[in-house]
């Protein structure tokens, strides 16, 4: 199976982050390290990011509710409980179980929620068209491009005509102390940086595409990119979220 190696590292790697400090993985704060986070509080955050989002995407004319929206790479369920106040069903998609298992953990819209262990290249679990809304937030960046392009296609698939598509994925780096070690060091050694030095239980690998080869992807897969915005979650990488609809 294409990708298979490398979507096995990425799962072993976060089933490790899962079990040593999994909201940390999430959402890296330093304050909140070693089981820092305030559940309540990280939650907060997710449910900020879906409102200010689809405020955002509603301004576009994008879809922002309906029946049937993915949360792709869904984690512990951060932004996944808060799209079940838009949608009647939301299925969230992670390949590491540990985090599945926190994601159900006391989940207020439990009936609105489903959580799918998903470790193939693809999302053949899902029918074409499926979703009104498919969803991703600071996933696609773990995975090596080539990996991260057949998501999209994937994702181009599942969503029906007229659904909205919308993710977040870096461009390049940025002409930091890190970004230069990300430009310049191949990933076996930044990982060994992460684990050695900063103390990381499994290396945190990034990624960047190019704004044109995105628009270009997705073209061919007919979903047309409405706009796409600059978003701050790592200093050290120019980011954009992608608001896209299926033609």
Request: net charge positive.
């Given at each position: 199976?294409?990708?298979?190696?490398?979507?096995?590292?990425?799962?072993?790697?976060?089933?490790?982050?899962?079990?040593?400090?999994?909201?940390?993985?999430?959402?890296?704060?330093?304050?909140?390290?070693?089981?820092?986070?305030?559940?309540?509080?990280?939650?907060?955050?997710?449910?900020?990011?879906?409102?200010?989002?689809?405020?955002?995407?509603?301004?576009?004319?994008?879809?922002?509710?309906?029946?049937?929206?993915?949360?792709?790479?869904?984690?512990?369920?951060?932004?996944?409980?808060?799209?079940?106040?838009?949608?009647?069903?939301?299925?969230?998609?992670?390949?590491?179980?540990?985090?599945?298992?926190?994601?159900?953990?006391?989940?207020?819209?439990?009936?609105?929620?489903?959580?799918?262990?998903?470790?193939?290249?693809?999302?053949?679990?899902?029918?074409?068209?499926?979703?009104?809304?498919?969803?991703?937030?600071?996933?696609?960046?773990?995975m090596p491009p080539?990996?991260?392009?057949?998501?999209?296609?994937?994702?181009?698939?599942?969503?029906?005509?007229?659904?909205?598509?919308?993710?977040?994925?870096?461009?390049?780096?940025?002409?930091?102390?890190r970004g230069l070690?990300?430009?310049?060091?191949?990933?076996?050694?930044?990982?060994?940086?992460?684990?050695?030095?900063?103390?990381?239980?499994?290396?945190?690998?990034?990624?960047?595409?190019a704004e044109r080869?995105?628009?270009?992807?997705?073209?061919?897969?007919?979903?047309?990119?409405?706009?796409?915005?600059?978003?701050?979650?790592?200093?050290?990488?120019?980011?954009?979220?992608?608001?896209?609809?299926?033609?």
């Amino acid at each position: 199976m294409p990708f298979a190696r490398e979507l096995a590292a990425i799962g072993r790697a976060w089933s490790t982050l899962a079990d040593a400090d999994a909201l940390w993985a999430i959402c890296i704060r330093p304050e909140a390290r070693h089981g820092g986070w305030d559940v309540a509080a990280f939650y907060a955050t997710g449910a900020a990011e879906i409102e200010a989002v689809l405020s955002q995407a509603g301004r576009l004319g994008l879809r922002t509710s309906g029946q049937h929206a993915l949360d792709f790479g869904c984690g512990a369920g951060r932004l996944t409980r808060p799209l079940a106040l838009h949608f009647a069903l939301v299925q969230g998609v992670d390949i590491a179980p540990g985090m599945l298992e926190l994601a159900q953990r006391d989940d207020p819209a439990a009936g609105r929620c489903r959580y799918v262990l998903n470790t193939r290249p693809d999302l053949a679990v899902f029918q074409a068209g499926e979703f009104d809304l498919v969803y991703s937030s600071i996933v696609l960046q773990h995975m090596p491009p080539e990996l991260a392009r057949a998501y999209l296609a994937e994702f181009a698939r599942v969503l029906r005509p007229g659904g909205s598509l919308i993710f977040q994925l870096p461009t390049h780096p940025r002409w930091t102390v890190r970004g230069l070690l990300y430009r310049c060091l191949p990933p076996t050694a930044l990982g060994v940086i992460q684990r050695r030095l900063l103390g990381y239980a499994a290396p945190m690998r990034m990624h960047g595409m190019a704004e044109r080869r995105v628009r270009g992807m997705l073209a061919a897969h007919g979903v047309e990119v409405v706009a796409a915005a600059p978003v701050a979650y790592h200093p050290d990488w120019r980011e954009l979220r992608y608001f896209c609809r299926r033609r």
